[in-house]
């Protein structure tokens, strides 16, 4: 088990049924869902509270803007070397798609430094209708 955002230990991730919307394009999500991983990757990097508050749920963001006061005024810098995504499921309730996607490859932390392996899932919730997107629900590291 590894530890999550949350604090907790998480386990591995067990199969749920995956109800896809229609016309879901999973190619095209996945490709998103990788544009958006390095796009709150850097918000995260600039402390950029405004592009981290449009991409997550108002619990994620309380969980990340508490990370953040925590971070101090020191730079952070996430190289993002290489990035995969998997799509484990997708699931409707109380009128909304959650969504489970599993990010894996190689990040850089420190400007120079060896770029490490990383395994991490993340929830994603948006409504079945009406506006609004994927917004970031939560985030577990397995690696």
Not at 61 to 90: H, K, P
Not at 114 to 129: C, G, T
Request: hydrophobic letters at 40%.
């Amino acid at each position: 088990p590894a530890a999550n955002a949350f604090g907790g230990i998480a386990s591995e991730p067990a199969p749920f049924q995956s109800t896809l919307p229609p016309g879901f394009d999973e190619y095209a999500f996945l490709d998103n869902a990788k544009q958006y991983f390095s796009t709150l990757q850097k918000a995260w990097d600039q402390g950029d509270l405004a592009a981290l508050r449009e991409y997550t749920t108002p619990e994620m963001f309380a969980t990340i803007e508490q990370d953040l006061s925590g971070r101090a005024d020191s730079a952070n810098q996430t190289d993002v070397v290489t990035l995969n995504a998997q799509l484990l499921g997708i699931e409707t309730a109380d009128n909304t798609y959650y969504c489970s996607v599993q990010f894996t490859g190689m990040i850089r932390e420190q400007a120079g430094a060896q770029a490490n392996n990383f395994s991490e899932i993340w929830n994603l919730s948006k409504p079945v209708s009406g506006p609004g997107g994927w917004v970031l629900a939560g985030i577990s590291q397995l690696v």
